[in-house]
């Protein structure tokens, strides 16, 4: 029987994982979404959408599909999904890895001010110029919605979800970007500050790039820990060593 590998998805990691395990003959490989892309590329493997109800769930679920290895390439701040996986794995006994990408790490010419959420990255936004850039997603924007002194640009892959802060325009796009681009909004819309996530990956780090070279500051707002004990690999290569039977 093949070897059954569930990987949580949504990531570039998590798309390439299942493409690489597909070509496998010996690997069934099923990719788990959240649902809250609309229009998700296209995946290889087998595809399920929608949340599994809390760890117990993906614990049933583990044990009805028999899955053999749990891969977790969910988006660094997807938390709550990450502890799930972990309860869930340490129920059944499937071996399970965190498929993380590093995050990004300030020069020296970098004017980036670490903060812990969104709401204390709205609490730091009063010391900065009225004009933001808010690339954080299109969820948990509430967290800005009572600032009401600042115009914000906010950019994300669908439509963000309200309340949204009084002064915003909205712009939907969908990484890679290019530092010329980057530069060329940040000059458009006279940006005082950029706001964003320690995401992580090549396909948004450019806003930072054009940041630092226009001498504008970033909040970014730190990862969440992960779960006491987690195995983590930091790329698809690694990943693909954890899941080798034969590695030493």
Same mark, same amino acid.
């Given at each position: 029987?093949?070897?059954?590998?569930?990987?949580?998805?949504?990531?570039?990691? *998590? +798309?390439?994982?299942?493409?690489?395990?597909?070509?496998?003959?010996?690997?069934?490989?099923?990719?788990?979404?959240?649902?809250?892309?609309?229009?998700?590329?296209?995946?290889?493997g087998?595809?399920?959408?929608?949340?599994?109800?809390? *760890?117990?769930?993906?614990?049933d679920?583990?044990?009805?599909?028999?899955?053999?290895?749990?891969?977790?390439?969910?988006?660094?701040?997807?938390? &709550?999904?990450?502890?799930?996986?972990?309860?869930?794995?340490?129920? !059944?006994?499937?071996? *399970?890895?965190?498929?993380?990408?590093?995050?990004?790490?300030?020069?020296?010419?970098?004017?980036?001010?670490?903060?812990?959420?969104?709401?204390?990255?709205?609490?730091?936004?009063?010391?900065?110029?009225?004009?933001?850039?808010?690339?954080?997603?299109?969820?948990?924007?509430?967290?800005?919605?009572?600032? @009401?002194? +600042?115009?914000?640009?906010?950019?994300?892959?669908?439509?963000?979800?309200?309340?949204?802060?009084?002064? !915003?325009?909205?712009?939907?796009g969908?990484?890679?970007? @290019?530092?010329?681009?980057? !530069?060329?909004?940040?000059?458009?819309?006279?940006?005082?500050?950029?706001?964003?996530?320690?995401?992580?990956?090549?396909?948004?780090? &450019?806003?930072?790039?054009?940041?630092?070279?226009?001498?504008?500051?970033?909040?970014?707002? +730190?990862?969440?820990?992960?779960?006491?004990?987690?195995?983590?690999?930091?790329?698809? &290569?690694?990943?693909?060593?954890?899941?080798?039977?034969?590695?030493?």
């Amino acid at each position: 029987m093949p070897q059954h590998v569930l990987i949580l998805g949504g990531t570039t990691e *998590a +798309r390439e994982l299942a493409a690489a395990l597909a070509a496998r003959p010996d690997v069934r490989v099923t990719t788990s979404l959240a649902g809250r892309v609309s229009r998700p590329g296209a995946l290889a493997g087998e595809v399920r959408v929608g949340g599994f109800g809390g *760890a117990d769930g993906l614990a049933d679920w583990l044990r009805a599909e028999q899955v053999d290895a749990l891969v977790d390439a969910t988006h660094p701040f997807a938390e &709550a999904i990450t502890a799930n996986a972990a309860r869930a794995a340490a129920a !059944t006994g499937v071996p *399970a890895v965190v498929l993380r990408r590093p995050g990004w790490r300030p020069g020296p010419e970098d004017r980036w001010h670490m903060v812990a959420s969104l709401s204390a990255a709205a609490d730091a936004l009063p010391r900065f110029g009225p004009r933001v850039f808010l690339t954080t997603g299109r969820m948990g924007l509430s967290a800005f919605a009572h600032l @009401t002194d +600042r115009h914000f640009v906010v950019r994300s892959v669908e439509p963000p979800e309200p309340p949204l802060p009084p002064h !915003t325009e909205v712009l939907l796009g969908r990484g890679p970007f @290019t530092v010329d681009d980057e !530069t060329a909004l940040l000059r458009e819309y006279l940006v005082d500050v950029v706001v964003t996530k320690d995401s992580g990956g090549a396909a948004t780090a &450019a806003k930072l790039t054009a940041a630092r070279g226009l001498g504008v500051p970033a909040v970014v707002v +730190r990862r969440p820990s992960l779960p006491e004990g987690a195995r983590v690999v930091s790329d698809v &290569a690694g990943a693909l060593w954890w899941l080798d039977p034969g590695r030493p």
